[in-house]
């Protein structure tokens, strides 16, 4: 009998535990569809962390300070900072360095309009993007949860501008609203001085806030220099150039020119190998990137000193097809311009932020490579231009009227970011895409600097932060 009673007693017990259960996973349940609609608010506030603040004009200008976090808001996403790439691009804004051929007048090339509030006078985190965990959430945000791994992109994407809306969310029209007056104070500085970040992200410090239109979650495992090279603005917009199919579809067994072997062009080159391109000429003047880019896909590598005013040909001759005959699918009968040119070329070369300290290109303003990138390109071919260059482009304008060549221009290689970001770090995760080949130099935070310096004067491939 009392067995009895205690078998009942337990089964009651079971009964309840599993209503319990039941109940809890109702309202786990419950709380899960109100997270699509609500979240809790944010507690984090006056949080110390350190920070890589820039101000002022001139080298020096980059100091490692405690800031203190602001209370988040709205939209807005406090991500802890795992990974961060130092992008050339921020090359003038960090080191205060001014590259070569830009009036000193305009300090970094960042001069504003005259009356208009100085950049350089305010209290600014440098990066643009990188990857970490979402430890706080506004209350509108819906895209992500505390906890989540992110990248935050270096383009956002809203879904609902007039260029989202057609398919280019690459120029989300939250892109140009970054300038000293768009930019909101996230931290303080001891002396009370506000903290902004570049671009509304930052990077360059233990914590970013920004709006939940730049981050894309990521649910990988990967270690945090690796994801953190995978999703950084030049491997996202070499990759989005190539594997994206946002602006270009790479055909198998095509031709791909890759022009400028940085980290973005060496991603470029990784994107057409991935997407089935048979020939790909990787094209620098680094000894080092030209091995790094045969590394990882490159059929052909070519130094753009050396070939001198025969690049363009040289391309055109190692994409010469099979057969010239006309009735048997042949490719440039005429023989004037003996060879077919590339199917697809990747411009990523880019001017010049500082004098490199290894090889230089032929053009420290960048327009040469950009010329011969489009010259090297087959009738009827795509070019996508991504690099920042000085000064304006002259082509032969029959060439550019009806000589076939489609151009493309777009942030980030035109990639869709909550599309792309997360097929690009599944390609990392499976090893179809090379990070550790491209992040020649991973530093802590605190080193931050000097790696910046490796950058600036092309002694790395590129480098990456992590925190
Ligand atoms: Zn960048
Ligand atoms: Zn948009």
């Known amino acids: ?19 319990t259960v039941a109940a809890a996973a109702g309202g786990a349940a419950l709380l899960a569809q109100a997270g699509a609609f609500a979240q809790p608010p944010a507690a984090v506030t ?6 890589w603040i820039s101000r002022g004009d001139g080298p020096g200008r980059t100091t490692l300070q405690e800031a203190v976090l602001r209370p988040i808001t709205g939209r807005q996403v406090l991500v802890r900072t795992e990974a961060t790439n130092l992008c050339y691009s921020n090359v003038p804004a960090v080191l205060g360095l001014t590259p070569p051929g830009v009036p000193a007048t305009r300090p970094n090339g960042l001069g504003p309009p005259p009356g208009a509030r100085r950049l350089n006078d305010m209290a600014v985190i440098q990066g643009h993007g990188g990857v970490g965990v979402v430890e706080g959430v506004g209350p509108e945000v819906r895209r992500v949860q505390v906890g989540d791994r992110v990248c935050v992109s270096g383009t956002p994407q809203c879904g609902s501008c007039y260029r989202c809306l057609r398919g280019r969310s690459d120029m989300c029209q939250f892109l140009s609203a970054n300038g000293a007056d768009d930019l909101v104070a996230m931290a303080d500085l001891p002396d009370g001085t506000p903290v902004y970040q570049n671009s509304h992200i930052g990077g360059l410090a233990e914590l970013m806030v920004t709006f939940e239109e730049w981050v894309v979650p990521i649910f990988t495992k990967l270690p945090a220099a690796d994801v953190g090279m995978a999703c950084s603005c030049t491997a996202v917009a070499g990759l989005g150039a190539t594997v994206a199919h946002a602006l270009i579809a790479i055909e198998p067994a095509s031709s791909v020119a890759v022009v400028g072997c940085g980290p973005l062009g060496l991603s470029a080159v990784q994107g057409a190998r991935i997407a089935g391109a048979s020939t790909i000429i990787a094209i620098d003047p680094i000894a080092a990137r030209r091995d790094a880019a045969r590394k990882v896909g490159a059929t052909h590598v070519l130094d753009p000193n050396a070939e001198g005013d025969g690049l363009v040909q040289r391309v055109r001759a190692l994409t010469t097809w099979p057969t010239d005959r006309l009735w048997s699918g042949g490719r440039n009968p005429s023989g004037r311009r003996p060879g077919a040119g590339a199917d697809y070329v990747i411009e990523a070369a880019g001017a010049e932020n500082a004098a490199p300290k290894l090889e230089r290109g032929p053009d420290p303003n960048g327009i040469l490579p950009m010329q011969q990138s489009y010259q090297m390109c087959s009738q009827g071919g795509h070019l996508i231009t991504t ?3 000085r000064g304006d482009l002259t082509l032969p304008g029959a060439l550019f009227s009806i000589g076939g060549v489609t151009h493309h221009a777009g942030q980030a290689g ?22 550790k080949t491209l992040a020649t130099t991973v530093v802590p935070l605190e080193r931050m600097l000097e790696a910046y310096e490796e950058v ?8 990456i932060m992590t925190a």
């Not at 009998?1 to 209503?19: C, E, I, V, W």
């Not at 990639?415 to 097929?423: A, E, G, Q, T, V």
């Open 387 to 389: 690099s920042l260059v």
């Open 46 to 51: 006056k949080r110390r962390f350190k920070a």
């Open 1 to 19: 009998m009392s067995d009895t009673k205690n078998d009942k007693g337990a089964l009651s017990r079971r009964r309840l535990l599993k209503k």
């Open 414 to 435: 035109g990639c869709s970011p909550m599309r792309d970001i997360p097929r690009f770090v599944e390609l990392t995760e499976k090893k179809q895409f090379d990070a």
């Open 456 to 463: 600036a004067y092309r002694t790395t491939i590129t480098a």
